[in-house]
Every structure is written in structure tokens, then in C-alpha cells.
Antibody
């Protein structure tokens, strides 16, 4: 079965760029949509963006100006870059497969905590 | 943006009792609704999609209903492993989540 694992720095300085990678195992990333979702401590879930394996991406309008997603088919990975981060970007970041023909999220990675602080 | 509103924020239930969680959409989403369960320190887990279809491996005590703007997740007899936070999520127009309902032990 497909499993996802997030990786990247756990601490990013304000105004810098947050970079995360999601590695997919147990199946190919080809021909599926993949997403990033984040959750500030003690709060709810926010969809960040999705990417298809062609490289076509859609972003949450609230983050669009700072966001870039990409895919590396050779490594079975997809990535997230969020620029000009502030403390408000501190959260657990999850990657997930968009299932059911691009509808719901299943499965999810275990999540990685990113803290924005100097 | 479609806003999802869940109620109540917290539900106190005794083991073995049933629980009913509500989710309301700010506009009609047909049946394009999913429910997730999240335990502390874990990622959300898909429970229900299409408003009423259980995901693979989800026990029959979990059931979903509703369409349009009003949806319900029912847990028929709470087991110890069911105490968690539950989120609804619409996929009619991009994706938005409710703020969650915490089901705690009474």
C-alpha cells in the first residue's frame, strides 16, 4: 500500500523559504494528484495546494503568491516551497494522496513540524 | 470559499454510548463530503467519503449521512479508540475543512 513521508528542515527563519519533500513508497506517483495540508498547533486543517504528476499545480489563493510545488518522477517525490515565511506559517505540514478521482485525501504522511523562528 | 461549520466543538460521551456530530456547508456541496478522524500526534485518517461511504477498513459503527448543506457523522457505540477529533471536509470547490469536533470521554 502507498505510504508517504515528509522531510525537510524543522526550523526556518522569518522571511526565508520553507522547503519540504514528500517521498511516496509502495506505488508510483504517476497519474495521481498529490497535496499538501497544514495544521497549526491546536488548530484545524488548511489545504495548501495540489500537484499532478505532469507538474500542473493549483494553490490555495491565500498562499498562491508565495507557493511553488513541483514533482520529481524519477525519485517518486513531490515538493513544496513557501517563501517569505512568518510565524503564522508555523505548523505541522502533511502530504497526502488525492484519492477518489481528485476528491479526498488518503493516505496521509505522518506530518512534519516546521517552526518559523529566528 | 465554502465554509464548513462543525458542531458541537466538544462532545462528552461515555464508552458504549452513541455520538452524533454535525457539519454544515455554507452552500450546497451535494454529497461531496468526507470525514476524518485524528488522534493526538497522528495524521488524519479518512473515515467516510461521498457523505456516506465508509473507507476501506473503517468499522460499521461509523456512518455518515446528509447532502446539500447538512451532514452527520454517527458513531453507534463508542469504543476507547474512537475518542479523537473529527473533521469534515468538502471537495465540491477546492477543499476546505471544518474546525473539528473533539469527542472526549465523559
Amino acid at each position: 500500500q502507498v505510504q508517504l513521508q515528509e522531510s525537510g528542515p524543522g526550523l526556518v527563519k522569518p522571511s526565508e523559504t520553507l522547503s519540504l519533500t514528500c517521498t511516496v513508497s509502495g506505488g508510483s506517483i504517476a497519474r495521481y494528484y498529490w497535496s499538501w495540508i497544514r495544521q497549526p498547533a491546536g488548530k484545524g486543517l488548511e489545504w495548501i495546494g495540489r500537484i499532478y504528476t505532469s507538474g500542473s499545480a493549483d494553490y490555495n489563493s491565500s498562499l498562491k503568491s508565495r507557493l511553488t510545488m513541483s514533482v520529481d518522477m524519477s525519485k517518486n517525490q513531490f515538493s513544496l516551497k513557501l517563501s517569505s515565511v512568518t510565524a503564522a506559517d508555523t505548523a505541522v505540514y502533511y502530504c497526502a494522496k488525492v484519492g477518489g478521482g481528485n476528491n479526498w485525501f488518503d493516505p496521509w504522511g505522518q506530518g512534519t513540524l516546521v517552526i518559523v523562528s529566528s | 470559499e465554502i465554509v464548513m461549520t462543525q458542531s458541537p466543538a466538544t462532545l462528552s460521551v461515555s464508552p458504549g454510548e452513541g455520538a452524533t456530530l454535525s457539519c454544515r456547508a455554507s452552500q450546497s456541496i451535494s454529497s461531496k463530503l468526507a470525514w476524518y478522524q485524528q488522534k493526538p500526534g497522528q495524521a488524519p485518517r479518512l473515515l467516510i467519503y461521498g457523505a456516506s461511504t465508509r473507507a476501506t477498513g473503517i468499522p460499521a459503527r461509523f456512518s455518515g449521512s446528509g447532502s446539500g448543506t447538512e451532514f452527520t457523522l454517527t458513531i453507534s457505540s463508542l469504543q476507547s479508540e474512537d475518542f479523537a477529533v473529527y473533521y469534515c471536509q468538502q471537495y465540491s470547490s477546492w477543499w476546505t475543512f471544518g474546525q473539528g469536533t473533539k469527542v472526549e470521554i465523559k
